[in-house]
């Protein structure tokens, strides 16, 4: 037994011998050396958001690829000043990311965020952003009331969901018809949030709305697909990712449900089509902030370079996850080697993109007029409709 | 925000809701006999039994691979069909029961040689559990022959297995096809074929003996270790069923595919009365009903409530489930 003792006290040494590093580590890594001729080095700009997991990483898997993209252009361009990306994996999970986002600020050398990718996530990593001082820009979480918060540090570079929802409103009261309509959502801050502004829209609008509840991650959806099939609805809309519109959109169809299906930016991937099958997602409707695939001739240089480093075209975001990186290391390229001013220079100077120009409103959002574009599947390819 | 209650919901929707429910809990069924079997003879919870479950959706995906059957291909129709989901079924088979049996040998085991209490070996499953979860999600194996890229976070499809054809419709629209007849006769068949075996058979008779008493089953000369191992192997096979037949309905699976639905069989296993084959049985086609029906009066989001309290009031009245955990002995 005595031994046993002894070997435990020794792992209980050896872990807070660890932790007392770890702590250490923190403190000292606040120095700051200046690289030869140019920036200080190791600066950091991070892309946060979903990687991996069952939250549909697509998403933030196109938004890291165009900060890589950025980074490493810049960093080609720049000899004298070498930028360090580093990806924080939340895997979209709104209990992973406070930890997550400590660490962030817990490294000095972060300097700024592209992201978080998602809603839920942001209303809980946000804060600790903010309380760290860490500049952010997120390319895709469209909840409306992330901006509410008084966050210094918030910078959304797309239209929100206040945008977005009214469109999907619109579109499918003035360009479907639908006079009777059911709004499923996945729960989320995102997909609720979505789906709760379409269905006060629709309201307004007096068209019937049926809501058949919130689906879980189960991908088993006989409930709400018999309910929707018993409504008998002209159209569906579904606020939530891809992951679960996929399964949702094949099983209305498989059951014999003819209704228009309409869903928003978190399912515009095509992971939804390989959930769906190609006949499952015949004819359904994507909508976004942002184009899909960019086919202007000015984009192409993106898109190759994109496609050279990835094996994979740019998608959704991907652009606006590339302009706001451009962002960031504009500010450095400025002279701007701190959080805070960096943070300044981000939400004082636009900054013309690839994509569009971004200069943003005191709380964070985009000015100008937002657009949201419509998308549509047909055989298996998610083709661009227009303006909403 | 509180349910809005739709008793109508429930009386427009019967029909539909029936057949999914019954489809539903078939694989429930399936499933639930793995847990129940370990329980009887070992009064041990296997909580990586969703994990081997997981294997057999898995094991089917590369059976359809090793047949060539490409996911642009469209579903195959007649004797090809027969022969393409009747070696899935080995593959899923042999997967899960395979896992269920290496399961047992490493994890459980050592364990109970060392007469270890049963809280450990519990700790010992969750563990399991997680670690194959995530050797699953972490580990990417390109089958190149078979072109089978597997077992990274992504979902992995399974479309055009069977395609789900009508075959006739009940009131209000409630579509019968074949994806679902498929389901509930094999899994009927399945079980009543366990059933079969544990009732009659020398080697179920062992299971039973052990069950019963095992010191006395021992003194019998009945060999535990292979009791346990068979005991194992068939939950696994079981499970590797309802993989395949989970991929049949579903048509995708993902390293965390057991998750929920290892918490839903677990459920109909006590709700039917855990340690009791037939318990599972009916245990699994009440959940699925149940947890339907109770979609439709208070909404998709509701399922699990309504299923989790259905299952509180049945343990309040009816302790040991709705059929009893004691049949096992009662039979022998």
């Known amino acids: ?388 | 925000m509180l349910a809005a209650i739709h008793l109508t919901e429930l009386y427009k929707q019967f029909w539909p809701s029936t057949v999914d429910g019954v489809t539903t809990g078939a694989i429930y069924a399936l499933v639930a006999l793995g847990y129940t079997l370990v329980y009887g003879v070992l009064r041990l919870i296997n909580f990586a039994h969703s994990e081997v479950f997981m294997l057999g959706t898995v094991g089917s995906l590369v059976g359809a691979a090793a047949v060539g059957l490409g996911s642009r291909d469209p579903a195959r129709t007649g004797l090809a069909l027969i022969g393409t989901f009747l070696v899935c079924l080995v593959f899923s088979m042999a997967f899960s029961g395979g896992a269920a049996v290496i399961l047992e040998r490493l994890a459980y085991r050592p364990l109970r040689k060392r007469g270890a209490s049963r809280l450990a070996a519990l700790i010992s499953a969750i563990g399991a559990s997680l670690f194959l979860q995530e050797l699953f999600a972490q580990t990417r194996i390109h089958l190149g022959p078979l072109n089978v890229k597997l077992l990274s976070r992504n979902d992995h499809f399974l479309h055009n297995l069977i395609k789900p054809s009508k075959i006739f419709t009940l009131p209000q629209g409630a579509i019968v096809s074949v994806d679902k007849v498929v389901v509930v006769v094999a899994s009927v068949i399945m079980m009543v074929a366990l059933d079969r075996f544990v009732g009659t058979s020398r080697l179920g008779r062992g299971i039973r003996a052990v069950a019963q008493d095992a010191e006395t089953a021992t003194l019998m000369g009945v060999n535990i270790d292979r009791v346990v191992s068979l005991t194992f192997l068939l939950g696994g096979l079981m499970a590797g069923a309802a993989g395949l037949l989970f991929m049949v309905k579903i048509q995708q699976t993902r390293y965390d595919v057991g998750f929920i639905l290892g918490i839903k069989a677990f459920t109909a296993a006590v709700l039917g009365g855990i340690g009791n084959l037939r318990g599972a049985l009916v245990g699994g086609f009440a959940l699925g009903l149940i947890e339907i029906y109770g979609a439709s009066v208070f909404g998709a989001q509701w399922l699990n409530v309504v299923a989790f309290v259905a299952l509180v009031v049945v343990l309040m009245f009816r302790p040991t489930g709705l059929l009893g955990e004691a049949l096992m002995k009662a039979r022998a």
């Open chain 1, 1 to 388: 037994m005595g031994h046993r003792r002894h070997r435990f006290s020794v792992v209980m040494l050896v872990g807070s011998l660890a932790l007392i590093a770890a702590a250490c580590g923190k403190s000292t890594s606040t120095t700051n050396t200046t690289g030869a001729g140019g920036c200080p080095s190791g600066l950091t700009i991070g892309f946060f958001g979903a990687l991996t997991g069952n939250n549909s990483p697509q998403l933030g898997i196109n938004e890291a690829n165009g900060t890589q993209l950025a980074i490493s252009q810049f960093n080609t361009a720049h000899p004298n000043c070498h930028i360090t990306y580093k990806a924080f994996d939340s895997q979209g999970d709104p209990a992973q990311a406070p930890q997550l986002a400590q660490n962030a600020v817990g490294d000095a050398k972060v300097v700024a965020i592209v992201g978080p990718a998602f809603s839920g996530e942001s209303k809980v990593a946000d804060p600790i952003f903010d309380a760290g001082g860490i500049p952010i820009i997120t390319a895709s979480a469209t909840n409306p009331a992330l901006a509410s918060n008084g966050w210094t540090i918030f910078h959304r570079a797309v239209a929100n969901d206040d945008a977005q929802a009214p469109a999907i409103a619109r579109f499918v009261t003035s360009k479907l018809n639908a006079k009777k309509v059911a709004v499923v959502d996945d729960a989320s801050a995102y997909g609720k949030g979505l789906a709760d502004i379409v269905r006060t829209q629709l309201m307004t609008a007096s068209v019937s709305v049926t809501s058949p509840g919130s689906i879980d991650k189960s991908h088993n959806y006989p409930s709400t697909v018999n309910a929707i099939k018993a409504a008998g609805v002209d159209a569906v809309v579904y606020g939530g990712y891809y992951q679960e519109a996929g399964p949702l959109a094949l099983q209305l169809k498989t059951a014999g449900v003819t209704a228009a299906f309409i869903s928003g930016d978190g399912s515009l991937d095509k992971g939804f089509v390989d959930g769906a099958t190609v006949s499952g997602a015949e004819g359904a409707y994507l909508t976004a902030p942002a184009a899909y695939a960019l086919t202007a001739p000015e984009d192409q240089a993106f898109v190759s370079a994109y496609t050279a480093k990835f094996s994979t075209p740019p998608a959704l975001y991907s652009g606006e996850a590339y302009d706001a990186t451009n962002h960031f290391l504009a500010a450095i390229l400025a002279g701007k080697y701190t959080r805070a001013a960096i943070n300044t220079y981000v939400s004082t100077t636009s900054y013309k993109g690839l994509l569009k120009t971004y200069s943003y409103a005191t709380n964070g959002e985009l000015n100008g007029t937002p657009v949201i574009l419509v998308h549509k599947v047909v055989n298996g390819m998610i083709r661009l409709v227009g303006p909403a």
